[in-house]
């Protein structure tokens, strides 16, 4: 058993990491379309990228369904369905000139990739893995999308040089969701009591409590709202850049393949730093991280002003590589401060706080250069926001706000409880270190 259990995590993991490099290497490499479908369309950069509030969109009201749905439904038979409505947004960028059937393909998108993405990879490793791997494990997770990012991003500039923007859309989009679906049939698994195991996922000090099943809770300690607020924080500033990359750097003076090798970059070194922040999470926990790394993304946010050209672009994409923790305050932050509530409930609330972040980056960095010709007004504004995201992270994660966050939920376990908490799990049910 103990062999079988190991196993099974550990093909979850993969299949997470693999699943997840290719949903948000994928989508990361939307900005390559921004200006040659502008150019086909007349359409304005800014109205654009309202493509990626409609996606957040449609990830922020399928992230709050997320763990309802995994209650219902299986993985393997939600993935391959997800995975089919991932290939919209490809298809629309290639057969269509509406913004309208645009931003509908973007809200479908955004659906689909809570469960093809990081809500419903983060919930696999959290199902599967003891809270001593959580931040090395989770963190994997960015390290596969900066991978596939790394390798996606100059391929897709090339593909649309050379065999134009709808040929290159409709096969990254095809090529994409098969291999999605192939991923869930043979790598991930059901949650590990689908299968008669017990696996320990809750720190030392927490195991003699009662099991916590929902979230409704949650939001009754005031940490909670400052890890949400946090991760809306995050993911405004990091979508700002990242869904107008590609124009970002030739807004530096790059051309089209070049702007693509800076997107590379950061994605690549993503996938060392991502995994040094894992392990410092594990090692010095995350408020300490999160302001270690936030302050290299805020000084390097407030050089933009003064970078013009190749090589000054590519040591910026170098320093922004750091922003590495983008995703992961919110569900390593819940799960912090409440270590029994149930998984899915814990990343859909996190991955919903990311998403309206998502929501308002794209649009307002693409409706600052449509006005000022430059991005240079957006990452002073992010600079400042990013410090507000460290300085609130530190807060929520003191002692005083982990006893909040421990008190409500003693009070909700004493008045719901469990009436046969799990046992403690012997060696031979739970994946080691």
């Known amino acids: ?53 409609a996606s957040g969109l449609g990830t922020v009201i399928f992230s709050l369904l997320l763990g309802g749905i995994l209650r219902r439904f299986q993985v393997r038979a939600v993935v391959p369905v997800a995975a089919i409505g991932f290939a919209f947004p490809y298809l629309a960028l290639a057969f ?78 095809i090529l994409t969701t098969l291999m999605i679906i192939l991923i869930s049939w043979t790598l991930l698994h059901e949650r590990p009591s689908h299968y008669g195991v017990v696996v320990d996922t809750a720190p030392p000090k927490a195991r003699q409590a009662p099991l916590v099943v929902g979230s409704g809770f949650m939001p009754r300690a005031w940490p909670f709202w400052l ?53 410092l999470v594990d090692k010095i926990g995350l408020r300490v991280s999160v302001l270690g790394f936030g302050t ?23 320093f922004m590589s750091f922003f590495a923790f983008v995703n992961f305050v919110g569900p390593v932050g819940l799960r912090t401060l409440f270590p029994h509530a149930e998984a899915g409930a814990v990343n859909g ?38 410090l507000i995201c460290v300085v609130i992270v530190w807060i929520a994660l003191t002692t005083r706000g982990k006893r909040s966050a421990a008190l409500s939920e003693s009070l909700h376990a004493a008045r719901y409880p469990d009436p046969a908490p799990p046992k403690v799990p012997t060696e031979s049910t739970a994946p080691g270190v």
């Open 227 to 279: 890890i949400l607020g946090a991760s809306v924080i995050e993911g405004l500033v990091f979508t700002g850049y990242s869904n107008n990359a590609s124009p970002f750097y030739q807004s530096f003076g790059l051309d089209p393949v070049q702007a693509s090798l800076g997107i590379s970059i950061v994605s690549g070194l993503q996938a060392v730093t991502a995994l040094i922040f894992g392990y």
């Open 296 to 318: 290299v993304v805020i000084l390097t946010l407030l050089s933009a002003q003064f970078v013009q050209g190749f090589g000054a672009a590519m040591t910026w994409a170098v």
């Open 349 to 386: 609330y996190g991955g919903a706080a990311s998403q309206l972040g998502v929501m308002l980056g794209a649009p307002a960095a693409g409706f600052i250069f449509t006005a000022t010709g430059s991005y240079i007004g957006f990452t002073n504004v992010a600079a400042g926001l990013m």
């Open 1 to 53: 058993m103990a062999r079988n259990v190991t196993a099974m995590a550990r093909n979850s993991w993969l299949g997470a990491v693999a699943m997840t490099g290719l949903t948000y290497g994928s989508y990361l490499t939307f900005s390559n379309y921004i200006f040659p479908y502008s150019e086909r369309t007349g359409h304005s950069i800014g109205a654009i990228a309202l493509l990626f509030s």
């Open 96 to 173: 269509s000139d509406s913004l309208i059937v645009l931003y509908m393909a973007g809200f479908v998108f955004g659906a689909a990739v809570v469960f093809t993405g990081f809500g419903l990879s983060q919930t696999e490793i959290m199902w599967w893995f003891s809270y001593k791997q959580i931040g090395r494990r989770l963190t994997a997770l960015t390290s596969g999308l900066a991978i596939m990012t790394f390798i996606e991003s100059p391929l897709v500039a090339l593909s649309i040089q050379r065999f134009g923007l709808s040929a290159t859309a409709v096969g990254q989009g």
